[in-house]
């Protein structure tokens, strides 16, 4: 298990989802598949003027004012992605410029597929943790591919989520600890210059999903002496509705424990986001002292899983900062020939 020698938690979080929608029906409709086994409704589409970079923003923004935090006393902007604007360029310089956290600060960003996010909030906590910082910020964002007629198609969606690490004291949850687990397990990837990645099917899930999650889990509440029972909420990446529901099951949480926390069939998988925006949706609904589990997943392959217990500052800021499912309820549904317009798939040679 992995503690900082420091104790540090969530002074702020803050989120974003795209207005936009398309939905599982219309994608079908046009490809003629069966969209009834992936569980889901609709996804979120970005629109012509959002990127991963506008998303980070909006949830970067959202963070500081629910932190009541100056962008200045940031020490740290690390954004996780797999769907950055720019192939050579960092694009938390750009959030980190748009907030006003700039110049006295350090920004990068990272890859870890769909946990970068996470990623990058672990070594948030470990800056924090050391002393080097008092307060860093750790966004997971993505605005997520696929290429027409496959499967992600239906599942790849879009959104962010922002976590500001800071002290103990001032915390909206503190962390207990937290533990990492990974492997070389090439259950998907994208190689340089493909536009659309590659995924391995079913391989995604026993030897890659589910492996690296329930190692990640079991870890971290076998170190901390914890059983399912001990947590009031939980949270998983969320590739689809299936994949977290059945992982839940077999670690023992029942439905009552990761509800709130699923999002995918409304907004579909955010990528980097997938995991930091299910928390951020159960962070909005929490009462005080209540120990909030999260476990990301990352293909390539791994896991990272943190075990927080939120305090009497949970409620602060609640209100008018939109919640979660604010924006999931807030929604414009468009049509495939839109989705393809605003999504870059339509080519011309």
Not at 213 to 235: E, K
Request: charged share 25%; hydrophobic share 40%.
């Amino acid at each position: 298990m992995m503690k900082p020698l420091r104790d540090v938690g969530i002074v702020g979080y803050g989120a974003y989802v795209p207005r936009y929608r398309i939905t599982a029906e219309e994608i079908s409709r046009v490809w003629k598949m069966g969209e009834d086994n992936l569980q889901l409704e609709e996804k979120a589409v970005p629109g012509l003027d959002e990127d991963t970079t506008t998303i980070a923003i909006e949830a970067a923004r959202n963070a500081l004012r629910k932190a009541g935090l100056d962008p200045d006393k940031l020490s740290a902007i690390w954004l996780g992605s797999e769907s950055k604007p720019y192939s050579v360029k960092p694009t938390a310089t750009i959030v980190a410029e748009a907030v006003g956290a700039t110049p006295h600060t350090s920004a990068a960003d990272w890859e870890f597929a769909c946990k970068a996010g996470t990623e990058a909030m672990q070594a948030a906590i470990g800056f924090v943790g050391s002393g080097m910082a008092e307060y860093a910020m750790a966004i997971g964002a993505d605005t997520a591919q696929g290429r027409p007629g496959d499967q992600l198609e239906y599942t790849a969606g879009a959104g962010g989520a922002a976590f500001i690490v800071g002290p103990k004291e001032e915390s909206m949850a503190y962390l207990e600890g937290s533990f990492s687990y990974v492997s070389d397990t090439p259950d998907f990837f994208r190689r340089p210059g493909q536009q659309y990645p590659t995924h391995g099917n079913r391989f995604t899930g026993e030897p890659a999903y589910f492996t690296h999650t329930m190692m990640a889990v079991q870890q971290l509440m076998g170190d901390l002496g914890y059983d399912p029972d001990d947590y009031d909420r939980v949270v998983f990446h969320q590739p689809n509705s299936k994949f977290p529901k059945r992982v839940a099951q077999r670690l023992g949480f029942v439905e009552d424990q990761y509800r709130d926390g699923l999002l995918v069939p409304f907004i579909g998988n955010a990528y980097a986001a997938s995991a930091a925006l299910g928390l951020a949706a159960v962070l909005d609904k929490a009462d005080p002292g209540e120990r909030v589990l999260l476990a990301s997943f990352g293909s390539g392959a791994g896991s990272d899983a943190f075990s927080f217990v939120t305090t009497e500052r949970i409620t602060r800021g609640r209100n008018p900062l939109p919640s979660v499912r604010d924006y999931v309820n807030r929604r414009r549904e468009i049509d495939y020939a839109r989705y393809a317009r605003q999504r870059g798939k339509l080519v011309m040679y």
